[in-house]
C-alpha cells in the first residue's frame, strides 16, 4: 500500500503536536477515562528522539488542575508542555489593558486572578458548560452591548466536544449567539488561531514543516494546524464523525484510528 502524504514525511519530523480531549481521554464527570492505548503511546513517543508538545482549548480547569488528572491517569506531561488558551488570553487582556468580564468555568477562573475586573470593557467567554445560563449569557451580552467598541474573546470556537455519555455543545455555539446579538466578531484565542500555534511552535524551537498535529477536531486541530504549515492527522475517536473524512473545506493528511496507531507508524517509519 503507498504511502500517505503523513507518512512519507516521518522521517522529517522534529517534533509532535498532541490534542488531548478526545485524543488521550474522554471527558466526563468522573475527571473522564484514558483512550484505550494512549497513556502508553504518549510515553513512547517521549521517549523518542522528537519533541512533544500538548496543544488543547480546555478551559474548565487551571493547566495545574487539569495535568494533575492526566498524571493520575498515567499520562507522562507537565504542566510546561502544555498550551491552553486561558494563559494566553490573560496575556492579551494586560498587553492591551483590558478588563474582562468573565463567563468562563468556575474552575478556570483562577487563571484570571491577576488581571483587573472591575468596570469590565471586554467579555471573555469560555467552556462554561451548566454557568451557560440564559441569566449569565444576558449578562455577558448586557457588557458588550454597552460599550462604545465592544470586544469579545473567545477561548477557542469549538462546536461541540466528547464526554464519556455523549457529546456537549462547546463554546462556539453561545460565541456565535453574542456575535449575533452584538454585531461583533469574536476574537478567537486558541486552536484554531495561528498566534495560538505560533506559540508552541516558538516553545519547540522548530519549522512548522517538521511537526506533526495529531487531533480529533478536523477543523481546529487538523485544519488550524495545516494552516500554519504542519501536516495534520485526525484520530478516529473522540468527536471524530466519519463525515469528517468528506468533508467540503478541510482534508487530513491522514486518518488513524487511535493515537496509539499513530504512534506506531511514526516510530516504526523512523526505526524506533
Excluded at 13 to 26: E, N, Q, R
Excluded at 29 to 53: F, H, M, N, Y
Excluded at 110 to 124: G, I, L, T
Excluded at 185 to 212: C, N, R, T, W, Y
Amino acid at each position: 500500500m503507498a504511502a500517505t502524504s503523513w507518512e512519507d514525511s516521518v522521517k522529517s519530523l522534529k517534533g509532535v503536536i498532541l490534542d488531548m480531549c478526545g485524543v488521550l481521554y474522554d471527558a466526563g464527570e468522573d475527571g473522564g477515562t484514558p483512550i484505550p492505548g494512549s497513556v502508553e503511546a504518549v510515553k513512547r513517543l517521549k521517549a523518542s528522539d522528537l519533541q512533544v508538545r500538548f496543544c488543547t482549548n480546555e478551559t474548565q480547569a487551571t493547566r495545574e488542575v487539569f495535568v494533575a488528572k492526566l498524571q493520575r491517569m498515567g499520562f507522562d506531561i507537565c504542566v510546561s508542555e502544555v498550551f491552553s488558551p486561558a494563559p494566553a488570553a490573560v496575556a492579551v487582556l494586560k498587553e492591551r489593558g483590558l478588563r474582562p468580564h468573565l463567563l468562563v468555568y468556575d474552575g478556570v477562573v483562577p487563571e484570571f486572578d491577576s488581571v483587573e475586573k472591575a468596570n469590565p470593557n471586554c467579555v471573555v467567554i469560555g467552556d462554561a458548560a451548566e454557568k451557560f445560563s440564559y441569566q449569565n449569557l444576558n449578562d455577558a451580552f448586557r457588557v458588550l452591548i454597552g460599550l462604545e467598541n465592544p470586544v469579545l474573546f473567545s477561548l477557542g470556537r469549538g462546536k461541540y466536544y466528547k464526554e464519556d455519555e455523549g457529546l456537549n455543545l462547546d463554546v462556539g455555539v453561545y460565541m456565535k449567539a453574542l456575535e449575533y446579538a452584538c454585531d461583533v466578531e469574536a476574537e478567537v484565542i486558541g486552536k484554531p488561531d495561528p498566534m495560538f500555534f505560533q506559540k508552541v511552535l516558538d516553545d519547540m524551537g522548530i519549522q512548522s514543516h517538521q511537526i506533526l498535529m495529531i487531533g480529533d477536531d478536523l477543523v481546529n486541530d487538523v485544519g488550524g494546524a495545516q494552516h500554519c504549515g504542519m501536516k495534520g492527522v485526525q484520530v478516529r475517536t473522540g468527536k471524530y464523525r466519519p463525515s469528517d473524512e468528506k468533508h467540503p473545506t478541510v482534508t487530513a493528511d491522514g486518518y488513524v484510528d487511535n493515537l496509539a496507531e499513530a504512534v506506531e507508524t511514526i516510530l516504526k517509519l523512523r526505526g524506533q
